[in-house]
């Protein structure tokens, strides 16, 4: 079984899709495929490739998202030596390597104004001209777009040219999310399942408890297709016994009680902060009750500092006066003017 070309799936929208795109296959025209990410849509632009009269050809991909700006043109049009810093030699570009055969532009959405100007000629005449260049080169080229961004409300927003999702969407091929595809669930579990079995070497497949079946079947997968297979597939490779269903299903790998949370301070923060900041705590802590004895207060916090620094340090002094922001002496003078030195080591 290949992993790269297998389409799964029973349900209407998404057969409904892949016939659509099987029956623009043959046409020379451009073709937009829309979706959401993890839906297929570089299968449904291979398909459309490998059931064209261009199968023999090159298939050259291009993630329009991936490349700075600045490069996208040259990247896609190709340049002469010299044409720019550091073009040390000319360049074809990938317009000129899928001559004869399908480019497929990935986000083209993320595309610049710029970009995009010269992509509608390309599209329109069939011509490409390299930076540093003037003289415009030929190719024939079947052109397949892909995004998961709404480009009509981008052409609204003066995001894209009006005049280029005309030429573009001859045919859109819009994939159905994982979420509205009935009964596909249960397919690509056992699909992904059985394969990820084969390669662990099991003898045979146990297939998931109802639980895991039911817990599968309720998730609504944000990530489609590519999240399903990752979830399935170490499911499977986590469970050690393949004699009986795999009843435990992961689905966020990142669950951990030890996960770092957004706007944590980094590793290594707490010794360059101040005594309040490494400990973690405000400086002025909030009382209900009025203060009657401010010096008394203010030794007793302090000594409340010193000790739970110790305490989480082990009693290592140097490591406590660190974390506090003081030197070994400072923190000597404070263990000794709150007699915390005759405090007994906690055995943990």
Not at 27 to 36: F, H, S
Not at 107 to 129: C, D, F, H, K, P
Not at 157 to 177: H, I, K, N, Y
């Amino acid at each position: 079984m290949d992993r790269d070309v297998q389409f799964i799936g029973q349900s209407t929208a998404f057969l409904d899709a892949v016939e659509r795109a099987s029956h623009a296959a043959p046409m020379g025209r451009p073709v937009l495929v829309i979706g959401e990410r993890g839906t297929g849509k570089e299968l449904i632009a291979q398909r459309l490739h490998r059931l064209s009269p261009r199968w023999g050809e090159a298939l050259v991909t291009v993630n329009c998202a991936a490349l700075p700006e600045t490069l996208i043109e040259a990247e896609l049009f190709g340049h002469e030596a010299g044409a720019f810093t550091g073009a040390a030699r000319a360049r074809a570009g990938r317009f000129e390597e899928a001559d004869r055969g399908t480019l497929f532009l990935d986000e083209i959405g993320t595309l610049s104004m710029a970009a995009q100007e010269r992509l509608l000629r390309a599209v329109e005449y069939g011509e490409v001209t390299r930076i540093g260049n003037s003289r415009p080169i030929s190719v024939d080229v079947r052109i397949v777009g892909a995004t998961n961004a709404d480009l009509p409300a981008m052409v609204e927003q003066g995001r894209f040219r009006a005049d280029l999702l005309d030429r573009l969407s001859f045919e859109v091929v819009t994939l159905p999310p994982l979420r509205a595809r009935e009964g596909d669930v249960s397919e690509l579990v056992d699909f992904y399942g059985r394969r990820m079995a084969s390669e662990l070497g099991w003898t045979e497949w146990p297939g998931f408890t109802g639980e895991a079946m039911d817990a599968l079947e309720a998730y609504p997968w944000p990530g489609n297709v590519r999240e399903l297979r990752n979830a399935v597939e170490r499911a499977v490779y986590r469970w050690d016994d393949p004699y009986h269903p795999i009843a435990q299903v992961v689905f966020d790998p990142f669950e951990s009680p030890w996960q770092p949370h957004a706007g944590a301070p980094p590793a290594g923060a707490a010794e360059s902060a101040g005594p309040d900041e490494a400990e973690g705590r405000d400086p002025s802590p909030a009382t209900t009750e009025p203060c009657r004895d401010l010096r008394a207060a203010v030794e007793a916090y302090e000594r409340t500092l010193v000790s739970e620094a110790m305490t989480r340090h082990r009693w290592n002094q140097r490591r406590a006066a660190k974390a506090l922001g003081l030197t070994y002496d400072q923190l000597r003078h404070c263990l000794k003017k709150h007699a915390l030195l005759d405090e007994p080591v906690s055995p943990s």
